[in-house]
């Protein structure tokens, strides 16, 4: 059973960086599609990047331009690069995986069905203030 674990949280001011890793039990390369995701209170969780197997990347709208998924040289390791940091990015922050194939190739997108990521890590909150 693969095991993810996000870290990074915290808090940070409006215009800020954040990194936030997330480690897995099993080399990245093995998954099918992994996937940042946050969810703020009273909303629902929001797809917010995606990599498949070839490392092709998607960006939500709402942080494209903004945040990245930079390359690691540790390949357990999966980070979520966040600039210039809004107030409205306050959310907790998650990283999935799908192991299984649900998600091959071109179905690993913003649009996947969260349900289809089959490994999930425990969160980390960000708090962005003004």
């Known amino acids: 059973h693969v095991q993810l674990v996000e870290s990074g949280g915290g808090s940070v001011q409006a215009g800020g960086p954040l990194r936030l890793p997330c480690a897995a039990s099993?080399?990245?390369?093995?998954?099918?599609?992994n996937g940042w995701f946050r969810q703020a209170p009273g909303t629902k969780r929001e797809t917010i990047a995606t990599v498949d197997s070839d490392g092709r990347i998607s960006y939500a709208d709402s942080v494209n331009g903004r945040f990245t998924i930079p390359e690691d040289k540790n390949k357990n390791t999966l980070s979520l690069q966040m600039n210039s940091l809004k107030t409205e990015d306050t959310a907790m922050y998650y990283c999935a995986a799908d192991f299984d194939g649900w998600l091959y190739g071109a179905t690993c997108q913003i649009t996947a069905s969260q349900a289809d990521f089959t490994s999930w890590g425990q969160g980390t909150q960000v708090t962005v203030s003004s």
């Open positions: 099993l080399n990245t390369y093995t998954t099918y599609c």
